[in-house]
């Protein structure tokens, strides 16, 4: 589980698992001294590297576990992880969508609504149920001196053509529209999503009202705002008008 920071968010990190025959990542945000928000749980824990992440590679034998551990299954595909970081930390606690928690049950989680979650986070760090959707989206942004990172989990895919994979992965991504570059995919837009008018206004006014400059989404790697270039927000926006 090798956890790499984001750039220009202090305390937020990333990490790929292996997800079927694809890979996903899973986000660790550090909360405070003691609470970490795990949002997508991977099924690759490893405490070993997780205590040497959080403490910067200082002895991480002698460092104690996060005392708070929160876990968000941001949508109802998201979820592999989360039976995994319970069994090692006991008192962690599980949220979703609060119109999915049925849906999670069926699969063996029992999670919170996510206003349960709402309470404890701290101020910079925001998460949104999304409207309109089948499969319970929930997106975080965390604020960082001003700047916002959206957090996304299957709304947008940004695979660039060099990390392409190879053979059926890659043929697969490429058929559901998930990928080269920033998309959003065949499979979001018509299994994803129920109400397109509802999920549209809701995204569209935040990215009104947050405007990103960085996206980290489940599948793919960071994009961020660069002087001179089409801002995010306007890349976003171009792709929900033309996709949505
Ligand atoms: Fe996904």
Redesign the pocket.
Known sequence: MKLKPIEDFPDVWSGLYPAGSAR?NQFLIRLDEESLLVISAGTNLDLSSLNATLTGGKDPASVQPPKNMYLVAPNT??HMGIRKWKEEFAAARGYGHSKFLKKFSKKGHNLEPLDHLLTVLPSHVRAFEAPGTRCGEILFIVEYESRYLWIC??SFFHIPQSRMPTGAVGWYLKLSGAAPGLRISRLFKFLGIKHRSAYKEWILNLLDQFEPHTLIV??GVPLQSKQGETTLKEKLVNLIMAQL
């Open positions: 996903s595909l998201h989990a299957d489940c599948h």
